[in-house]
């Protein structure tokens, strides 16, 4: 079955430093991939997606980045912000013909003031 | 416009006991998830809905039951609670086609405790 796999688990910065978060997928299928953000007792929320036609996508201090080939994509949090700890997920599905989003296993980042 | 509910928002059972989390959402959201969320593991499909009067199964459907009687309500049922499903449990939405079909809209989630 379709599988999204996410790394580190748990990521430590010092504030001001980049993040950097990875996903691979496997279903070749899948073309479209959200992030999501999930703050300590929220709810998940959407903060970036990316489409299969385009390789990077940028959204002031977060940038998405794909490689279809590879099946690849990752998460770039530039010049991070005590605010920017939480729980990342990374998710993949299909935009057309499919009704399943499938996620990782999750991001702690700890952002050191 | 309250997007997507859930209730109740705690609830602990006993083993072998039964109980039902409802889902509702006001978007006319065609499409409705019950995801399951413990430490470690992420966000985990359990069973979906494409429609009124249909669902699905996800990655982890077992121990678990669905029903979609109504487009607005989606629920989820635990005929014989038992410890391992002791979890948090998030319903989500989204909506067929148009601009952002695929955001997924979620409630603020169930936690459950089962003894």
């Known amino acids: 079955g379709e599988n999204v796999e996410q790394h580190p688990s748990t990521l430590s910065v010092q504030e001001g430093d980049s993040a950097v978060i990875k996903c691979t997928y496997s279903?070749?299928?899948?073309?479209?991939f959200p992030w999501y953000k999930q703050e300590l007792g929220k709810r998940p929320q959407l903060i970036i997606d990316?489409?299969?036609?385009?390789g990077e996508k940028k959204d002031q201090r977060i940038a998405v980045t794909l490689n279809k080939t590879a099946k690849h994509f990752s998460l770039h949090i530039t010049e991070t912000q005590p605010e920017d700890s939480a729980v990342y997920f990374c998710?993949?599905?299909?935009?057309?013909?499919?009704?399943?989003?499938?996620f990782g296993a999750g991001t702690r980042l700890f952002v050191k003031a | 416009n309250a997007g997507v509910t859930q209730t109740p928002k705690f609830r602990v059972l006993k083993t072998g006991q039964s109980m039902t989390l409802l889902c509702a959402q006001d978007?006319?959201?065609?499409?409705m998830y019950w995801y399951r969320q413990d430490p470690g593991m992420g966000l985990r499909l359990i069973h979906y809905?494409?429609?009124?009067?249909?669902?699905a199964k996800g990655e982890v459907p077992d121990g678990y039951n669905v029903s979609r009687l109504k487009k607005q309500n989606f629920l989820l049922g635990l005929e014989s609670a038992a410890p391992s499903q002791t979890s948090v449990y998030f319903c989500?939405?989204?909506?067929?086609?148009?601009?952002?079909?695929?955001?997924?809209?979620f409630g603020a989630g169930s936690r459950l405790t089962v003894l």
């Open positions: 989500a939405s989204r909506q067929y086609q148009g601009s952002g079909a695929n955001v997924l809209t």
């Open positions: 279903d070749s299928a899948s073309n479209y």
């Open positions: 990316i489409r299969s036609n385009v």
């Open positions: 998710a993949a599905s299909r935009e057309t013909g499919g009704f399943k989003t499938i």
């Open positions: 978007m006319n959201h065609e499409y």
């Open positions: 809905s494409v429609g009124e009067g249909t669902t």
